[in-house]
């Protein structure tokens, strides 16, 4: 796709009679979550969980920062990155993000996002209640001085959303989480009279398993707008102390990853293969920092 044909297929997402679906609608981020196949609303352990589910903050026992930047084989002008930090602030935990995709630079769309999350409930063998909230401002941009002179054509627009999260460990070596998306709804109209882009609301759930020391199994469920569902599955192996390895199987997509640690750094890499999208190369940096400042989950219980 040259930088003529993504301009025109920006055009069309403003004009066209239907509904377009924002991009960061369905990009998820965090490269650990892409090898899982999307299930990751249960673990949310590291700052992709801004995204995934806000109570998953609390798990951190530090200060972290997460960066990461994908490419898509059959569609290279689409750029996705993300940016996210945690940071502890007692009694609460708080984490920020930058969701961030660009078509050849004719169309944007940046997701930013501030997270709070709190354990109210603690109680023998690990056991723990979270909850988190979200508030999300997007943005959708065009550049209308490349489109030329076009009449209800603005550059940008914004809308305001948030997500709500819940994660609980009610025994040990296992947790359920719950998020409830995009609560607000808002819609974004660049071209009067053509069709709006609204951040539609979506719940997903899910559970984990941690199985062995070494193991995880990983489900989610997602309820999509519309009331259409899709399930995700995903399982994860640390192999060889600071090596780890992941696969995950989604309704349209199969998906794997390596990480690999080296002290309070973590250098994770992802592939994702869509029938309709092509494959996704994702690579990530993790950076825990401080000194340690409490949180919940991670332990492992053999009974």
């Given amino acids: 796709m040259n930088r003529y044909a993504a301009w025109a297929s920006a055009l069309w997402l403003l004009v066209a009679p239907t509904v377009a679906r924002a991009w960061f609608e369905s990009s998820e981020v965090g490269p650990r979550a892409l090898a899982l ?3 990751f609303v249960s673990v949310a352990d590291d700052p992709s969980a801004v995204y995934w589910n806000p109570a998953g903050l609390v798990q951190m026992r530090r200060h972290e920062v997460l960066l990461s930047l994908d490419r898509t084989t059959d569609l290279p002008e689409l750029q996705n990155s993300f940016a996210a930090g945690v940071f502890h602030a007692a009694p609460v935990v708080v984490g ?4 961030h995709a660009s078509l050849d630079g004719a169309a944007t769309e940046d997701v930013w996002s501030l997270s709070v999350a709190a354990t109210p409930v603690r109680r023998s063998l690990g056991a723990f ?3 988190g909230a979200t508030l999300k401002l997007g943005r959708v941009g065009i550049d209308a001085g490349s489109l030329g002179a076009l009449p209800g054509l603005a550059a940008s627009d914004f809308g305001v959303a948030a997500d709500l999260g819940l994660l609980v460990a009610p025994i040990p070596n296992v947790s359920l989480g719950v998020t409830w998306r995009n609560l607000g709804e808002p819609t974004f109209d660049l071209y ?4 709006s882009t609204r951040l539609e609301r979506e719940v997903e759930w899910g559970a984990s398993l941690r199985w062995r020391r070494d193991g995880w199994l990983h489900f989610a469920r997602v309820r999509h707008p519309g009331g259409s569902t899709s399930t995700r599955a995903g ?4 192999v060889a102390g600071p090596l780890g390895v992941r ?11 390596v990480d690999v640690r080296v002290g309070r750094w973590t250098i994770d890499t992802a592939y994702r293969a869509h029938e309709a999208l092509g494959t996704t190369y994702r690579v990530g940096v993790r ?6 400042r409490g949180g919940v989950g991670g332990e492992y219980d053999e009974f």
């Avoid at 950076?287 to 340690?292: D, H, I, T």
């Fill in 129 to 131: 209640l979270a909850g």
């Fill in 287 to 292: 950076l825990a920092f401080g000194s340690v």
């Fill in 247 to 257: 696969l995950g199987v989604g309704s349209d997509a199969v998906s794997g990853g």
């Fill in 96 to 99: 920020v993000g930058w969701q």
């Fill in 37 to 39: 196949g999307g299930a």
């Fill in 192 to 195: 009067e009279g053509g069709s």
């Fill in 235 to 238: 399982v994860e192996l640390r």
